[in-house]
């Protein structure tokens, strides 16, 4: 019998091997994705980039995948290319992980791969029809894989990430477990963009959810080109007993300081701890401020402690209505 930790290493170790294998299938195929290493790229211009409170937002990394809803994303982030005066990539990765634990030997793979080639061609025509006369510089990229980590591997050159609310396949769950790996560990800060809403409103106030921790720092830091440009900014706190090692936290007074260097003027406010989840609380507060933004702190404590026994990142992704700007 094998103990917990050997299990565990033996399934990891099968993940892995299943990965090398569909690789493998790949290359014997043919890859899918040329433009993987020659981006085509449409519009570019040259002109130099305008820095936004000492940082600029020019390169939005865009998942694209063939859903329902993939029009109302897509119009959504030329909204931000347009309001960010920046680059497009849309970034479509073919799902292979999805076939791996049920198809060890890869015949079903293989199978699978004409059709996800002819669903990224038409996602792709389609997309250039879309893009043709908006007016934004942008180029197309294919990858495979599991869609995080295609979006980790081109996060090191983006400056945001943008995706929605559920994960990204047909008929995906919420909250996006994606979303919340790709916040966990990207470079730069994630968009998420929640069901229902048919235009960002971005210039509207901005509601920065503010527990003095690394996590809510780091997502303040990254979020300040949008807070420049921001109607007002409410740096909200959820008045709760202190959690183990907060002395180390940074009050309020520290996130509005380092706003006030930016040029940012900000309304700190206290919210009663009440009972009700601090994800309620921060999105009815939104809604009283009609925000158009929530900058959050993603997972403040483990993500699989969250998945379990929730949390307020988990509960955000799962609930909110407003878009949410997300960094680790």
């Known amino acids: 019998m094998f103990s917990g930790n050997q299990f565990v290493s033996l399934v990891y170790l099968c993940v892995r ?23 085509i790229l449409k519009g570019v211009r040259t002109e130099l980039s305008v820095c ?7 390169t939005i990394l865009f998942n ?11 119009d959504l982030v030329l909204d931000l290319a347009r309001y960010l005066d920046g680059h497009l990539t849309l970034l479509n990765s073919m799902p292979f992980e999805t076939t791996v634990s049920a198809d060890p ?14 669903e990224a061609r038409n996602l792709r025509k389609k997309s250039e029809v879309d893009l043709a006369n908006e007016n934004v510089p942008w180029d197309w990229i294919e990858d495979s894989g599991p869609v995080s980590h295609a979006m980790l591997r081109r996060s090191a050159l983006a ?9 990204p396949r047909v008929g995906g769950s919420l909250p996006s477990y994606t979303a919340g790996e790709i916040a966990l560990t990207a470079d730069c800060p994630v968009l998420v963009l929640p069901e229902n809403i048919e235009r960002l409103e971005l210039d509207q106030p901005a509601l920065v959810a503010w527990d003095g921790s690394a996590e809510a720092s780091h997502a303040l830091r990254a979020a300040t080109p949008l807070l420049k440009r921001s109607k ?13 090692g907060a002395q180390f936290d940074f009050p309020p007074i520290a996130g509005a300081e380092y706003l006030s260097r930016h040029g940012i003027e ?49 509960d955000m992704l799962s609930n909110s209505s407003v878009p949410l700007l997300l960094r680790h």
């Open 17 to 39: 091997l299943a990965s090398r294998w569909c690789i493998f299938v790949l290359n014997c195929l043919g890859s899918i994705t040329p433009s993987s290493t020659r981006p």
């Open 52 to 58: 936004v409170g000492g940082q600029m937002m020019k």
């Open 64 to 74: 694209a995948y063939s859903d329902e809803d993939y029009p109302r994303r897509l």
């Open 105 to 118: 030997y890869g015949a079903a793979f293989a199978a699978m791969v004409p059709i996800w080639r002819e």
């Open 159 to 167: 400056d945001i990430i943008v995706l929605g609310a559920r994960e």
């Open 232 to 244: 007002s900014v409410f740096l909200v706190t959820v008045a709760m007993k202190k959690k183990k």
């Open 266 to 314: 900000c309304d700190m406010v206290e919210l009663q701890f009440d009972g009700m989840p601090v994800a309620q609380t921060i999105t009815e507060a939104a809604a009283a401020r009609r925000c158009g933004l929530i900058v959050l702190g993603a997972y403040g404590r483990m993500r699989i402690t969250e998945r379990i026994f929730g949390g307020v990142t988990h």
